[in-house]
């Protein structure tokens, strides 16, 4: 049962990781999932550099790296989870489990503070998996 929750949060974080992945490459071309409701602010983000890049950037260059960044980090705790699913005799679940628990929190904490309901219920649903599996690991 164990393995199993591990893999099932590892595989609903894998989902919103590679969705936004595709998204963000799909934005590259033709932006409309991840990009501003006014196309003037997309346009102004392409004119206005980055303070901190000296102006070798703009910031949508930074926001498609940012969201490229942030899938990347979502698909590392996913393939961690499923990596953990798969070799639970042989892990010290006494850290991962935690640690899969707590990074699902803080995502969480960013869901509800600054996302949108979807990836909100997503990682809710993968960080309970998470911490089903630590308290089960317990007993």
């Given at each position: 049962?164990?393995?199993?929750?591990?893999?099932?949060?590892?595989?609903?974080?894998?989902?919103?990781?590679?969705?936004?992945?595709?998204?963000?490459?799909?934005d590259?071309h033709?932006?409309?999932?991840?990009?501003?409701?006014?196309p003037?602010?997309?346009?102004?983000?392409?004119n206005?550099?980055?303070?901190?890049?000296?102006?070798?950037?703009?910031?949508?260059?930074?926001?498609?790296?940012f969201?490229?960044s942030?899938?990347?980090g979502?698909l590392?705790?996913?393939?961690?989870?499923?990596?953990?699913?798969?070799?639970?005799?042989?892990?010290?679940?006494g850290?991962?489990m935690?640690?899969?628990?707590l990074?699902?929190?803080?995502?969480?904490?960013?869901?509800?503070?600054?996302?949108?309901?979807?990836?909100?219920?997503?990682?809710?649903?993968?960080?309970?998996?998470f911490?089903?599996?630590?308290?089960?690991?317990?007993?």
């Amino acid at each position: 049962m164990i393995a199993t929750l591990l893999i099932l949060g590892g595989t609903v974080f894998g989902v919103l990781g590679a969705l936004h992945a595709v998204y963000t490459l799909l934005d590259l071309h033709n932006p409309r999932r991840l990009a501003p409701v006014d196309p003037s602010v997309a346009h102004a983000m392409a004119n206005s550099a980055l303070r901190l890049s000296g102006g070798r950037t703009d910031m949508w260059r930074a926001w498609i790296g940012f969201n490229f960044s942030h899938s990347l980090g979502v698909l590392m705790v996913a393939g961690l989870a499923l990596w953990a699913g798969f070799r639970i005799k042989m892990l010290p679940v006494g850290i991962i489990m935690p640690a899969l628990t707590l990074i699902g929190c803080v995502y969480e904490v960013l869901a509800l503070l600054y996302w949108f309901r979807i990836p909100a219920i997503g990682v809710a649903i993968g960080t309970g998996c998470f911490a089903a599996a630590w308290v089960l690991s317990l007993r």
